[in-house]
């Protein structure tokens, strides 16, 4: 995989300005600005804890915001009801697959496709999923609970597929899965972005390959967006050579950069 820039003709498809969303008393995103083109994919990075999944939590209507406004295709979707959101056009795949466990692989990804009508298009999307999933196929009578963690990783995200989304926000592919198979879901999910067009926002902890799968990133730390780029250039920047890519230059302190200029708002 290879980074590319943004299409710099997308019109943003989402847009959230100055949220904040909490869990009780502790603040966990602070003015979080960010937006996400049309048919590109977007990646926010951070450390565990920094709040990634928050910002999809929020947007997905999963979380209310305390403060702030969300846009998703020039509606406001700001602490709208999550089965509103998803007729909109829009997807979350949560942390940790979260799939039906009792229900066979086949009826996962049928309620995916739950707030469909048009059954000759859920059957094309069928094909689709299992053509980038093939095991899902072989596993399809199978109870979803019996699958591993990499193939259930495969299904959450095929089960966001078959509703047909404008966006899918990922979050953190990676987790518990191997190398090799981080691999390959990372592989696939770049795939249904250039031949479906799929919009994706994507956390990911794993930053080397989030950068590589990527048009844009955003860095969060503590809650708040410190830095900015086409991941091109984010891949070039000191601070997340030394802090995200492990690669430490000779001389450099132990004391990130971005904290000393105070570049968040």
């Known amino acids: 995989m290879t980074c590319a820039t943004p299409p710099v003709s997308g019109q943003p498809v989402l847009k959230l300005l100055n949220v904040e969303s909490s869990y009780g008393p502790i603040r966990a995103i602070r003015g979080v600005s960010l ?6 994919i977007a990646t926010v990075l951070g450390s565990n804890g920094a709040g990634k999944s928050t910002i999809l939590k929020t947007i997905s209507g999963i979380l209310d915001p305390r403060k702030g406004s969300i846009g998703f295709k020039g509606r406001d979707i700001t602490a709208r009801d999550p089965a509103y959101i998803v007729q909109q056009g829009l997807s ?7 799939v039906f ?8 990804l049928l309620m995916g496709a739950y707030t469909r009508k048009d059954r000759d298009g859920v059957a094309r999307d069928m094909e689709g999923v299992y053509g980038y999933f093939p095991i899902l196929r072989e596993r399809a009578l199978q109870d979803a609970g019996l699958l591993s963690g990499g193939q259930q ?3 959450a995200i095929s089960r966001a597929l078959m509703a047909s989304p404008d966006l899918i926000l990922l979050d953190e592919p990676s987790l518990g899965l191997s ?3 981080t691999r390959e879901i990372f592989e696939i999910v770049v795939r249904i972005n250039r031949e479906r067009g799929t919009t994706i926002l994507l956390v990911e902890q794993n930053a080397n390959m ?3 799968a990527s048009d844009y990133g955003y860095v969060l730390e503590n809650g708040r967006i410190v830095m900015e780029d086409t991941c091109a250039r984010l891949r070039e920047k000191d601070d997340i050579k030394e802090f995200y890519l492990g690669m430490k230059e000779t001389g450099v302190r132990g004391e990130r950069r971005w904290k000393k200029k105070k570049t968040w708002r």
């Open 92 to 98: 979350h795949v949560p942390e940790g697959r979260e």
């Open 101 to 108: 466990p009792l229900l066979s692989v086949r009826n996962n």
């Open 35 to 40: 937006q996400v083109r049309s048919g590109e």
């Open 153 to 155: 990783q495969m299904l």
């Open 210 to 212: 989030a950068l590589n």
């Open 179 to 181: 190398p090799k198979l």
